[in-house]
Nanobody
């Protein structure tokens, strides 16, 4: 049974940083892609970053480019999202998702999802 568990969310002031973790269990193949999505109240879900765990290719939405960085530790079976220079508009529930293909793209449905972790950016 594939499970994804997010952690690392919380409250931070504008300009601060957080690192989210997505621990993957029940799926040991590196031939996969993991993405981070977020959904703010009243808004549609937004794909913000993804990584191909087989070749390390990454992609970012324009809204987070140059501020967020995604990485994968294949030994720990964990994907991270380092979020810097956070803004109030980054406030959302953040989800990680895994796809059994190794193609990093934010424009398709993913196979498995975590439960989400709340990130709140406020002064």
């Amino acid at each position: 049974q594939v499970q994804l568990v997010e952690s690392g969310g919380g409250s931070v002031q504008p300009g601060g940083s957080l690192r989210l973790s997505c621990a993957v269990s029940g799926f040991t193949s590196y031939f996969s892609a993991v993405a981070w999505f977020r959904q703010a109240p009243g808004k549609e879900r937004e794909g913000i970053s993804c990584i191909s765990r087989s070749d390390g290719v990454t992609s970012y939405a324009d809204s987070v480019k140059e501020r967020f960085a995604i990485s994968s530790d294949n030994v720990k079976n964990t994907v991270y999202l380092q979020m810097n220079r956070l803004k109030p508009e980054d406030t959302a529930v953040y989800y990680c998702a895994l796809d059994r293909s190794a193609v990093c793209t934010l424009n398709r449905a993913y196979d498995y999802w975590g439960q989400g972790t709340q990130v709140t950016v406020s002064s």
